[in-house]
């Protein structure tokens, strides 16, 4: 059973990859955002 497939081959979208990929996705963007704030407060 694929983990990294978000739709499943009868087209189901599979909820916990979904939901996986959306708090991963998540998390770098936040990452992100904060480098860029520490790197605006610092400039």
Request: charged share 5%.
């Amino acid at each position: 059973m694929p983990t990294r497939s978000v739709v499943s081959p009868s087209g189901l979208i599979n909820i916990e990859a979904t939901m996986t990929l959306i708090t991963v996705l998540a998390g770098v963007f936040f990452l992100i955002v904060g480098w860029l704030c520490l790197e605006a407060i610092g400039s």
